[in-house]
């Protein structure tokens, strides 16, 4: 089977160039491999997606996407304006509707297991493992939005070296039946003085937020209580490394929790399947003494159950190709400049360490920009790499890995796509 561009990995990059490629009349195959799109938004409950300065550099995907959240009452905007507070079940109808809607090929259950490339008439050949059988594509342009840069790793392509530091991973899980009414009550008279507490009372639910972390630069209204549940055996101290919960449109009994946080021991890496297993194992028992300290010690939580637990960890970095440029915090504190932006950011420098307070949170007073140099192959200019896997060093990274960065990168890559590419010929310019 013969496609102009297949794009691999149907996460928040992926479906943003998947969807922006069959929009503009590309024949496009995205190969996701599990049964659902979205990958952190859906399948890892990352949600709200944080609000960026954009200044509306490829933005066509977010803006569409906000219609159909729209149409299923998956989204609403709330905290300083931030549009993006999705519905993760709802958005799994809302994918697939994007991509029925701009007649994209999607095929589920499937991932590469061969790649190469012919020379002659620069065509990528690839071979696809799906649960019922194997399955052979090619195509011109391939765009890689695996998490960990799978068409690179067949194709024995160069990835960036392994930095000494480390980002921690977590795994969410949403509470439901939780009062929602006394809980929002209980929050505003317990943090007084609001340093993250925000709580909002819309026309059909109450919406709010707040958190607890081992950052000991903030003040954090709810650390007393967080000390007695790790005094009185209710919590391991590692427990408390990060706590946050969103609130979730059309789910007003229901709470989003941004933890826990996994811990590693030093040298130990999520690329080792081993490693990775452990870990999930691991969150899963701390999402369990989680949701029991909620049931004791917050209000509104007596009743409550755990609904949702994360099919996926949430990885913040492993591997970073190498590309035509490598991105470097240099060039986001300098704000350069380039001729082929693929987005606006403004997001800090945002490090999840392993460590008892040794996070990074370095806030960027200017708007930085990404090259689009950074999404492309150092060896192929028709391979592309979006989303956490992109050419960059690790601090840079770590503040491009948020998904409205990701929108904005698999819509670039495409719109570079079409620069290059005259489909009607089948050919280069």
């Not at 979730?248 to 989003?256: F, G, H, N, Q, R």
């Not at 297993?277 to 909620?294: E, H, V």
């Not at 796509?417 to 089948?426: G, P, V």
Request: hydrophobic letters at 35%; glycine letters at 4%; proline letters at 3%.
């Amino acid at each position: 089977m013969k496609y102009d561009l297949i794009v691999f990995g149907g996460g928040t990059a992926g479906i943003s160039a998947a969807y922006i490629a069959s929009k503009h009349g590309i024949n496009t195959l995205l190969v996701e491999k599990s049964d659902v799109l979205g990958g952190s938004i859906t399948q890892g409950l990352v949600v709200p997606s944080m609000k960026l300065d954009t200044e509306n550099i490829n933005t066509e995907f977010f803006n569409d996407l906000k219609v159909f959240a729209d149409k299923y009452s998956a989204r609403y905007t709330y905290c300083d304006g931030n549009e993006a507070w999705f519905n993760p079940e709802l958005l799994k109808i809302v994918f697939d509707d994007m991509l029925e809607s701009s007649k994209c090929n999607v095929l589920f259950s499937s991932e590469p297991i061969y790649a190469s490339y012919n020379n002659s008439d620069e065509t990528f050949n690839i071979k696809l493992n799906h649960k019922i059988l194997s399955l052979y594509v090619e195509s011109k342009y391939i765009i890689d939005a695996t998490s960990n840069g799978k068409i690179f790793q067949l194709l024995n392509l160069d990835f960036q070296n392994k930095s000494e530091q480390s980002q921690s991973s977590s795994l969410r899980f949403i509470l439901t039946n939780i009062d929602i009414d006394v809980f929002s009550k209980w929050l505003t008279e317990y943090d007084k003085d609001r340093n993250v507490t925000t709580v909002s009372i819309g026309s059909s639910q109450i919406y709010l937020s707040t958190a607890y972390t081992w950052d000991k630069r903030r003040k954090w209204a709810l650390e007393p209580i967080f000390s007695t549940a790790v005094a009185n055996g209710d919590l391991e101290y590692e427990d408390t490394a990060y706590f946050q919960v969103f609130s979730i449109p059309s789910m007003p009994d229901s709470l989003a929790f941004n933890c826990p946080r996994i811990i590693l021991e030093d040298n130990e890496d999520l690329t080792d399947p081993f490693v990775y297993s452990r870990a999930l194992k691991q969150g899963r028992q701390r999402i369990f003494r989680l949701y029991n300290f909620c049931k004791k010690y917050l209000k509104g939580f007596e009743n409550s159950y755990i609904s949702h637990i994360s099919d996926q960890l949430g990885v913040r970095e492993s591997y970073r190709i190498k590309g035509k440029y490598t991105y470097t915090k240099e060039d986001i504190i300098s704000g350069k400049k380039f001729d082929n932006p693929a987005l606006a950011c403004d997001y800090p420098i945002d490090i999840h360490s392993n460590n008892d307070n040794n996070d990074k949170l370095e806030f960027i007073k200017h708007t930085y920009y990404l090259p689009v140099e950074s999404l492309i192959s150092q060896k192929y200019d028709n391979l592309y790499a979006i989303g956490r896997i992109l050419s960059a060093d690790f601090e840079s990274q770590a503040a491009l890995r948020t998904q409205m960065s990701c929108f904005s990168m698999g819509e670039a890559a495409v719109k570079d796509i079409l620069k290059k590419y005259t489909f009607s010929q089948d050919k280069k310019q």
